[in-house]
């Protein structure tokens, strides 16, 4: 089973930038694809972006342009880098390990604590 541990949350002003790290343990790490969740007050949770093993990114629209997922597979780590913060970008953010079933992306594993993003206008 793949433990996560997320960091790099934290409080910013619109327009600011933030970088999470998604820390895996175990050795499929490059195997996996790998996605960036978040769920904001209230809200369910999203899935907002996807690198694949051979390294292709998928976004929702609301973050096209503005994040952007990374993974360095020595490290076992993968990343978001997200610009151009609103306030509506304001949620804990997740990573999981995912695959394509059926018609949609799912989640495959446990989901870590999150890391809080706050984003103040």
């Known amino acids: 089973q793949v433990q996560l541990v997320e960091s790099g949350g934290g409080l910013v002003q619109a327009g600011g930038s933030l970088r999470l790290s998604c820390a895996a343990s175990?050795?499929?790490?490059?195997?996996?694809?790998m996605g960036w969740y978040r769920q904001g007050p209230g809200k369910q949770r999203e899935l907002v972006a996807i690198?694949?093993?051979?390294?292709?990114?998928l976004y929702v629209d609301s973050v096209k342009g503005r994040f952007t997922i990374s993974r360095d597979n020595a490290k076992n780590t993968a990343y978001l880098q997200m610009n151009s913060l609103k306030p509506e970008d304001t949620a804990v953010y997740y990573c999981?390990?995912?695959?394509?079933?059926?018609?949609?992306?799912?989640?495959?594993?446990?989901w870590g604590q999150g890391t809080q993003v706050t984003v103040s206008s």
């Open positions: 999981n390990t995912v695959l394509y079933s059926g018609s949609s992306w799912q989640p495959r594993g446990s």
């Open positions: 175990g050795s499929s790490f490059s195997a996996n694809a």
């Open positions: 690198i694949t093993s051979p390294g292709i990114t």
